[in-house]
């Protein structure tokens, strides 16, 4: 059966409940305010390497723990995320993001804290669908570098208080769109880093044009990356002559046969 955002955000309302149910939002919000600054993850995103006559600035690779997806369930069998994220520093990667939702991508936040704990650290995204305050103060917790706010899952007001606040617990801010409609939206923040995500939510199609066709409509001074679908350094070369300057994958490396190759190959 087909996962719907709709099914995803009934989910998530529960999920929260249930967390503020063990952990009050009061307690919750001292550990986050309490918690050392995180890595700063837009200066790790701005440190493409440079150009040439023949080759355009390379985009930073945020590379992505996942273990799982909705539509096609297990990725990787070995799950050692300690392994991974050394991996993925070790090869070339900018930043780490990390799926936190249990029930559809059989993540946690419990990973997160893990990989934030590894030294040298590279500065981590929680990518989830969030909708509530107390997920932002979970990732400031947990030590997240950034959050995902994804703009076809929640309202704008929603967009604009939990872009707000996760910005005043300094927090980077990823603010996905799919459409020309959705970036909109996000723009109304004032974001300094926006994702084009390849693939439509609602169909789990992708469309690997979506990056060439939003990235002009972005203003300058705002970070841009290409969210999925890319798997070759060809992909990546095509990203960047139309001038994004990062790149999250996450399928394409969990499954490659030999994940420190192909973690080179894309951060060249």
């Known amino acids: 059966m087909k ?18 149910s063990a952990q009050p939002l009061g307690a919750l919000r001292t550990r986050a305010e309490a918690a050392p600054p995180p890595l700063d993850f837009l200066a790790a995103l701005s440190k493409r390497q440079p150009g ?23 990725l990787r069998t070995e799950r050692d995320p300690l392994a991974l994220a050394r991996c993925f520093q ?10 936190t939702d249990e029930t559809y991508f059989q993540g946690s936040l419990e990973i997160l804290a893990q990989v934030v704990q590894m030294q040298p650290g ?8 969030l909708l509530d305050p107390y997920q932002v103060y979970e990732a400031r917790t947990a030590g997240a570098a950034a959050v995902l706010l994804i703009v076809a899952f929640i309202d704008n007001a929603r967009l604009q208080d939990l872009h707000r606040l996760a910005n005043e617990l300094g927090l980077a801010v990823l603010v996905e769109v799919h459409t020309a409609a959705e970036l909109e939206r ?4 004032s974001p300094h880093l926006v994702g ?38 060809l992909d990546v070369r095509r990203l960047a ?8 994958v996450g399928e394409t490396l969990v499954t490659a046969p030999d994940t420190a190759a192909k973690v080179r190959e894309l951060a060249a």
Do not use: M
């Open 186 to 189: 996000a723009l109304d923040c």
């Open 52 to 74: 040439s006559e023949v080759e355009p600035a390379w985009p930073a690779l945020i590379a992505e723990i996942k273990f799982a997806s909705p539509s096609k369930g297990v």
């Open 90 to 99: 070790q090869n070339g990667a900018a930043a780490i993001s990390v799926l």
């Open 196 to 233: 084009i995500n390849h693939r439509d939510l609602n169909t789990f199609q992708i469309d690997s044009t979506a990056s060439l066709r939003l990235r002009p409509l972005i203003p300058s001074g705002i970070l841009t990356v290409a969210e999925s679908g890319i798997r070759s350094r």
């Open 122 to 129: 590279l500065p981590v995204l929680r990518k989830d669908f």
């Open 241 to 248: 002559q139309a001038g994004l300057d990062a790149i999250l």
């Open 3 to 20: 996962i719907t955002l709709a099914q995803i955000y009934q989910t998530k309302l529960q999920e929260v409940a249930q967390r503020q």
